[in-house]
Nanobody
Framework: QVQLVESGGGLVQAGGSLRLSCAAS????????MGWFRQLPGEQRESVAR???????IYADSVKGRFAISEDSAKNTVSLQMNNLKSEDTAVYYC?????????????WGRGTQVTVSS
């Protein structure tokens, strides 16, 4: 199993910055995708940024140029630097790991961290 713990959320004013971190523990994988999703109030959970073990990175259009995802294999962490935050970024942010295991593609989720952007 994989356990994911997010940190770094909080309250920030519009235009400010936050850095989210996700610490992973448990089994490791050679091929994986790690990313951040967010759940907007009353909305479906959506992908914000993802990074793959082969280096592929993809961002949601709404955060391009403002957010940056990074991964540190040595520390088993993935981070999301969020700059120029907007009120519409307010959400619970979830760390995700997707990897192929014996039963196929598996998704692991953290419990989430609240990001609130005030205007």
């Amino acid at each position: 199993q994989v356990q994911l713990v997010e940190s770094g959320g909080g309250l920030v004013q519009a235009g400010g910055s936050l850095r989210l971190s996700c610490a992973a523990s448990g089994r490791t994988f050679s091929s994986w995708t790690m990313g951040w999703f967010r759940q907007l109030p009353g909305e479906q959970r959506e992908s914000v940024a993802r990074i793959r073990s082969d280096g592929l990175v993809i961002y949601a259009d709404s955060v391009k140029g403002r957010f940056a995802i990074s991964e540190d294999s040595a520390k088993n962490t993935v981070s999301l630097q969020m700059n120029n935050l907007k009120s519409e970024d307010t959400a619970v942010y979830y760390c995700n790991v997707a990897a192929v295991g014996p039963g196929g593609l598996n998704n692991y989720w953290g419990r989430g961290t609240q990001v609130t952007v005030s205007s």
